[in-house]
Nanobody
Framework: QVRLVESGGGLVKAGDSLRLSCAASARIFEYFDMGWFRQAPGKDREFVAAISWNGGSTAYSDSVKGRFTTSRDNAKNTIYLQMDSLKPDDTAVYYC??????????????????WGQGTQVTVSS
């Protein structure tokens, strides 16, 4: 198991930016594909973005494409989610998740077996 810890959440206004970080506890992280998910009150947890173990591939949900960017620094065991042009609909608890790397980035929650505790992002109008 790899422990994941998110940080960087907060309260911002519509149009502002935030950068979330997710730090991993073990070097094996560098072999993991990583995902970002979010869950708003009363809604299911949904896919936001994913990045391959070597950073060579990324994927985004349609709702954030063009506004959010994920990246990673394997030397620091950390991935990032840069969120620009935030909207009130982006309000949610954001989670990072990891799985052993494969040839295809995956977007379903059940395919990830390591999860962080989440960080709250609130966007006011």
């Amino acid at each position: 198991q790899v422990r994941l810890v998110e940080s960087g959440g907060g309260l911002v206004k519509a149009g502002d930016s935030l950068r979330l970080s997710c730090a991993a506890s073990a070097r094996i992280f560098e072999y993991f594909d990583m995902g970002w998910f979010r869950q708003a009150p009363g809604k299911d947890r949904e896919f936001v973005a994913a990045i391959s173990w070597n950073g060579g591939s990324t994927a985004y949900s349609d709702s954030v494409k063009g506004r959010f960017t994920t990246s990673r620094d394997n030397a620091k065991n950390t991935i990032y989610l840069q969120m620009d042009s935030l909207k009130p609909d982006d309000t949610a608890v954001y989670y990072c998740a990891g799985k052993v790397g494969s040839n295809t980035l995956v977007k379903m929650t059940y395919e990830y077996d390591n999860w962080g505790q989440g960080t709250q992002v609130t966007v006011s109008s």
